[in-house]
């Protein structure tokens, strides 16, 4: 797997999105042969997972993606451990959709989503 980012898929055209609940992971699949993984490897003492999808994911399907941006929030929870949300917005012109991860950490552990290029 190749480091990639979410703006890579900037102009690409999908082919489908498929939701894999077993490991929270989100697989991007390209009509340029191109796919895509949308993750966290977790660890011991923190947790993060696709929390809520708004919007259809149907409409990033067979139209060129036109916005591909990541935005994130930090703040701590009641015992001064780090919580992260990062929102990934991508859109088409049948539609937008926006993933929202969540991440809570001991403070040692990242919280990050990772994003990699499969083929």
């Known amino acids: 797997m190749g ?3 979410i703006t890579d898929l900037y102009g690409k055209t999908l ?3 498929v939701d894999s609940d077993t490991d929270f992971a989100l697989v991007f699949y390209c009509y340029d042969g191109t796919t895509y993984k949308m993750y966290h490897e977790q ?3 923190e947790s993060v997972h696709l929390e809520d999808i708004v919007g259809d994911l149907n409409d990033l399907i067979d139209s ?3 916005t591909a941006e990541e935005r994130s929030d930090c703040s ?3 015992y001064g451990y780090p919580i992260q949300w990062t929102y990934y917005e991508l ?3 049948k539609g937008s959709v926006t993933l929202r991860w ?3 950490s001991n403070g040692y552990y990242s919280t990050s989503v ?3 290029k499969l083929t």
Do not use: Q
Request: aromatic residues 12%; proline residues 4%.
């Open 3 to 5: 480091y990639a980012d």
């Open 15 to 17: 082919t489908s999105i």
């Open 43 to 45: 660890d011991c003492c």
């Open 64 to 66: 060129p993606i036109l």
């Open 76 to 78: 701590e929870d009641e």
């Open 91 to 93: 859109a088409t012109v």
């Open 102 to 104: 969540y991440g809570t």
């Open 114 to 116: 990772d994003f990699k």
